[in-house]
Structure formats: structure tokens, C-alpha cells
């Protein structure tokens, strides 16, 4: 693999997966987290002194007037953040990585891990960059690196870094979530590029082209061994479907759950030398908290012998308000606050994610990820059926579409929409540019007996031809979190064996 190719990235023979703002850091922070676990198993053998090696960070002395933290529950749980920090790489150094910008000394992403009191299954959330959540109550404290400001009393979550550091980051997120914080793990840009390499690179499979210029990503359809470098731009990616930070969230999800099944089939979890040398390997690619001991360490890594995919869980926060507007914060992401509370009553109660319990309320419609506002369409009076043309278009109104006037019956469309008003036929039709078929995913689930036809050259507005039977339309929610940060196990995520 050439580390100058324009990913780092080179394509092998496997099959395409089952299921398909930038630095996503935490990739670091698990997978360190899951060796040097393991690696104190083996502390003894190799003589490693694990716990005192991690580069330490105040965390949990600094929560002084904070305010009351969360019980104590069953099992561990770690927060791990990436940092968008830049200091000291030189401009060479960012170019080579495509990290270019201004860093916003703030967290870029945020994970919360959970070990289970048997030691038999991790699970994680990840918690959007943009969340916006109640700061702690505090006076003004500083992160560090210069003098206290003030703590406003709500922003987005990533802020609180740069308010007041690790210390009241961890408090803002067991303020957001009632789980408490038990160890704390950061990473920043090379510390990430630096693990990937270390640990052997990373592979990541897609099947459609992923090309975003900006993070200087290019992946062919298929499977693909990156190293740091191509790894970085792969959870960089921002304009590759599907697009936002759930999006970006997911595919940082599938490169962990792979890199743990690529270790596991080394048998690095087995052997604990090796478990110790490669964690002594790692362990200046990230920061830990002050309490962060060898025998937690060595607890954890009992966990992670057997560890892979398909006992491995990942899930996101549910967002109800994908751009919800905060003055001094702009756009930011408003959880789902009952099934948010589902989600980390799970973790507090040890209880695995992907159970329907733990996660899912009865929604108001089929989740859709592309909103119902964006799509055009028109509902073409077939003759004798303009009652039912009618009853489409109602329904398609109430479920948020963009409905504009009817076209007449003999009206001709590209590709020979007239001969299709001619045709008979029973179910509803649906026309439309092939360009358009993530959209056309969101106007199928509202018409679920419908039949979609692409046609090259048709128009960006949607033709509805209705059948002769009772149109059915069902009812929708523009519900990203349902579709793209749903529980789902490792195995789901990572790339099919073959």
C-alpha cells in the first residue's frame, strides 16, 4: 500500500458490506482503550508498567463546584474524545493530512464506552459534536491554557472543552446523560494517524464511490486497507453520503467495529505479550485521566480477550431537531429527550442497546432519512382516476412533500410519460431521475405499494401516476437517528468476511 496514493488507501478483492466535521479521533481512543486493557493482563510477563506510561490530564480533581455527579452503576464506563487541535504540526504536516483551518480547541467527537459488570459485551454511544445541552452550573474556570471564562448555561456539547477543559467536559456530558464518567481518553490528529499505523491500518468497505476533494478521499467501490492517512480522510469525509454528522458518526463507528475484528482474527486479544507490546506501542497517541489505574486496566482487559464484533454494540443519540437554532451557537441538534433517556437508562442499568427496550418508542411514522420538504413532486390526473389523484396529493401534503400543481392526463414527460398515462396498470407509479433515488427512498416509504421507475433525463420534480386501486399513503418522520444511528452490533457494521 503506497502511503502517497490519493486515499493511503489500496483495493483488495472482497465483497461490498452488507450495510452501508471533520477529525473523528475517538477511533483512537476505543481501540487504545481496548489494547491497553488487554496489555495489562499481560503486564506482568512483559514488564510494561502500562498505567504509569499514559500521558496524564487533570480530570476528575477539577470538578470542584460542579455539582452533584451521577451514582456509581454496574460495569465501566469511559468517555473518549478526538480533539480538533493542530498545535505544533507544521503547515507540511497539515497538508499532508488534508486538516488545513482553523482549529476550534474543542472536542470533535465524543463516545461514551460502556463495559458490562460480566465482561461480556462493550457498548457505545456516540454523542453528535453540535448536541446541545445545559452547561453544568459553575463559575468561571479555565481549561488551561489561559485565563477562567465564564460558563454560559446551555451551548453545544463540544464547547465545554474550551470552556473548561476535560474536567468540565466530562460533567456536562454525565450532566446531559445521568452516566457517570469512570476514566477519561483523548487523542488529537497525528495521535489518530499514529495508532492506525501502529495497529496495522484499518479496512473500510463501501459500495458506491466515496470522493470528497475537501478531505482528499477517493475510495472505489469494494474493500480497502488504509493506513493513518487514509483512515483520517475516510472519518473526515464530510460531502459523502450519507451526509451529517450521523452520517460521519456511522462510518466512525464501522472502522472501530472492524479494526477489533481485524485484531481479534490476529489473535492479538489472545496472547498477551502481544497485547502488551502493542499497547506499549500506542500508548503516547492519547491522554488519560489521573485515576486511570493498572489494575482498571487489567480488568478491562479481561473484558476484551474474547472481545469482537458481534458482542460489541454502537449506537447515536437520538436527534429530534437536526437545526435547532441557538443565539451566539447557531444551528445546533436537539436530542430526542424520551428515547434519549431510553438510551442511557440502558448504559446506567447495564443493559444491552439493541434491545427495543432500550432504545425505541413507538415513532409517529416510518423513519425516513431525507426530508419530506426537499422533494418536488406532481400527481398526474390519469383519466377516471382524479379523485384518486386528489386523495395522493392530501396525503402527500400532510406527510411535509412539496406538492405543486396536478399535470393533465395527456401531458408528455421525458421518457414517454404520455404513453405511460395510456398504459393500465394497478399499482401507483413513480417517476423520476435516477440521480434522485435517495429522495426517492423517502417518497417509497409514503407510498408503500408504489412502483419507481428512474428515467434518465426526467425532470428534478417527481411524477406520480396514481393506479386504480385506493392509493395508500403512509405516515412519515424525517427521523435520521431511526435510520443511520439506530443500535446495531459490531458485525452489522463491519465488513462481510469473504
Not at 403 to 416: E, N, Q, S, T
Request: glycine share 12%; proline share 7%.
Amino acid at each position: 500500500m503506497s502511503a502517497d496514493s490519493p486515499a493511503g488507501a489500496r483495493r483488495s478483492d472482497r465483497r461490498p458490506p452488507r450495510r452501508s466535521r471533520r477529525h473523528r479521533a475517538l477511533v483512537v481512543g476505543a481501540v487504545c482503550l481496548t489494547l491497553a486493557g488487554g496489555a495489562a493482563l499481560g503486564a506482568g510477563t512483559a514488564r510494561l508498567p502500562v498505567a504509569l506510561a499514559v500521558p496524564r490530564t487533570e480530570v476528575f480533581g477539577g470538578m470542584e463546584g460542579m455539582g452533584k455527579r451521577p451514582a456509581d452503576g454496574p460495569g465501566i464506563n469511559f468517555l473518549l474524545v478526538g480533539l480538533d487541535r493542530r498545535a505544533g504540526m507544521s503547515d507540511a504536516e497539515k497538508d499532508r493530512l488534508h486538516v488545513n483551518g482553523e482549529q476550534c480547541d474543542c472536542t470533535d467527537t465524543m463516545m461514551l464506552l460502556h463495559v458490562s459488570a460480566d465482561r461480556r459485551r462493550v457498548s457505545t454511544v456516540s454523542i453528535p459534536r453540535d448536541s446541545y445541552v445545559p452547561f453544568p452550573r459553575s463559575s468561571a474556570v479555565g481549561n488551561g491554557g489561559g485565563k477562567p471564562v465564564p460558563v454560559p448555561r446551555a451551548g453545544k456539547i463540544n464547547g465545554a472543552y474550551k470552556l473548561g477543559g476535560p474536567a468540565l467536559t466530562v460533567r456536562t456530558v454525565e450532566a446531559a446523560t445521568g452516566v457517570r464518567v469512570d476514566n477519561y481518553l483523548e487523542a488529537d490528529f497525528s495521535g489518530f494517524v499514529a495508532a492506525v499505523d501502529r495497529l496495522g491500518g484499518a479496512t473500510v468497505c463501501t459500495d458506491v464511490r466515496m470522493r470528497d476533494k475537501n478531505a482528499g478521499l477517493d475510495l472505489a467501490p469494494g474493500t480497502h486497507h488504509l493506513d493513518g492517512r487514509g483512515a483520517l480522510r475516510y472519518v473526515r469525509a464530510r460531502h459523502i453520503p450519507p451526509s451529517g454528522d450521523l452520517g460521519r458518526v456511522r462510518r466512525q463507528q464501522a472502522l472501530i467495529a472492524g479494526m477489533l475484528d481485524q485484531l481479534h482474527d490476529r489473535g492479538v486479544f489472545q496472547n498477551p505479550l502481544a497485547l502488551a507490546r502493542t499497547a506499549h506501542a500506542l500508548l503516547d497517541t492519547l491522554r488519560a485521566d489521573e485515576h486511570l489505574t493498572t489494575a482498571r486496566l487489567r480488568t478491562l482487559g479481561r473484558a476484551m480477550r474474547g472481545l469482537n464484533s458481534r458482542n460489541t454494540e454502537f449506537a447515536t443519540v437520538p436527534i429530534a431537531d437536526f437545526d435547532h437554532r441557538v443565539t451566539d451557537w447557531g444551528s445546533t441538534l436537539k436530542w430526542d429527550g424520551p428515547r434519549a433517556e431510553r438510551l442511557f437508562a440502558a448504559l446506567r442499568e447495564d443493559r444491552t442497546l439493541t434491545s427495543e427496550q432500550a432504545y425505541a418508542l413507538p415513532a409517529p411514522g416510518v423513519p425516513v432519512s431525507w426530508p419530506p420538504g426537499d422533494i418536488e413532486l406532481r400527481v398526474r390526473a390519469l383519466p377516471g382516476r382524479e379523485r384518486a389523484a386528489a386523495e395522493l396529493e392530501r396525503g402527500l401534503r400532510a406527510n411535509g412533500f412539496r406538492v405543486l400543481g396536478r399535470l393533465p392526463a395527456h401531458a408528455a414527460g421525458a421518457g414517454g410519460a404520455g404513453d405511460a398515462a395510456r398504459t393500465p396498470h394497478t399499482r401507483t407509479r413513480v417517476r423520476y431521475d435516477p440521480y434522485w433515488e435517495r429522495q426517492a427512498t423517502t417518497l417509497a416509504a409514503a407510498l408503500p405499494e408504489a412502483e419507481l421507475r428512474p428515467v434518465r433525463g426526467h425532470s428534478r420534480v417527481f411524477e406520480v401516476l396514481p393506479g386504480s386501486g385506493r392509493p395508500q399513503v403512509a405516515r412519515i418522520v424525517h427521523d435520521r437517528s431511526s435510520v443511520q444511528g439506530a443500535p446495531a452490533t459490531g458485525d452489522e457494521l463491519a465488513c462481510e468476511a469473504g
